[in-house]
């Protein structure tokens, strides 16, 4: 039983395309973020959003738009993929938007052509 | 903007040796995590520290949060092939902040 599954797990694709990565969680948690981790493995976050709202939009080009159907779904739509986008793209989760501990998912490596 | 600063990046040792990495920051935090990632997999919760000079032991892993809150160590103790990892610290409220990890590798 995963407790945050995101899909694919690897993504290739042209430059210019528009791809969709999916999360979901089944935690009961209120929470979910998503994370760029980079070729040098600093994980950033991107966004957070807590009960389907946006609580935190880092400075991520507007070519990223986050949707979270329900508390359990946190999907990301990436517009015009660019080189710079290849990295892997964590899903978590956590109880509450005050709470640091978070679960993760598998990740999805994007890789730009 | 809280940081946390990670050392060292990179580490390699013989198995059985001991070792300690770190996390410091210049601001207090309420809690801080430790986490494990192997290759290929997202990051795992080890621990998490709360109060100031606390210290927390998993088998051969001992956490320590600083008396000020602002900085924390993890110490292996016979350090095994299978603690290779990328160790992360994490903190913060509202947002969790990640530090840029600790390679380490243990060398049979």
């Known amino acids: 039983d995963t407790a945050v599954s995101q899909t694919p797990k690897y993504l290739v694709t042209q430059m210019g395309n528009d791809k969709s990565i999916k999360c979901e969680q089944n935690?009961?948690?209120?929470?979910m973020y998503w994370y760029k981790q980079d070729s040098k493995k600093f994980l950033k976050i991107m966004f957070s959003?807590?009960?389907?709202?946006?609580?935190i939009n880092e400075t991520v080009p507007n070519r990223f738009s986050p949707k979270s159907p329900d508390k359990a779904h946190l999907n990301l739509h990436i517009n015009s993929l660019e080189l710079g986008d290849s990295a892997v793209y964590f899903c978590?989760?956590?109880?509450?938007?005050?709470?640091?501990?978070?679960?993760f998912g598998q990740g999805t490596r994007l890789t730009v052509v | 903007t809280q940081l946390l600063e990670q050392s060292p990046q990179f580490l390699s040792i013989q198995e059985g040796e001991n070792l300690t990495v770190y996390c410091n920051s210049s601001?207090?935090?309420?809690?801080l995590q430790w986490y494990r990632q192997e290759p290929g997999e997202g990051p795992v919760l080890l621990v998490t520290?709360?109060?100031?000079?606390e210290v927390k032991k998993l088998k051969r892993l001992t956490f320590q949060f600083g008396d000020a809150r602002k900085d924390s160590s993890l110490h292996i103790t016979a350090a095994q092939p299978g603690d290779t990892g990328l160790y992360l610290c994490?903190?913060?409220?509202?947002?969790?902040?990640f530090g840029k990890g600790t390679r380490l590798h243990i060398l049979p």
């Open positions: 601001s207090v935090f309420s809690s």
């Open positions: 520290v709360v109060t100031g000079g």
């Open positions: 994490a903190g913060g409220q509202g947002k969790i902040i």
């Open positions: 935690l009961g948690h209120d929470t």
């Open positions: 959003y807590n009960n389907k709202e946006l609580i």
């Open positions: 978590a989760s956590s109880q509450g938007s005050q709470d640091t501990e978070a679960f």
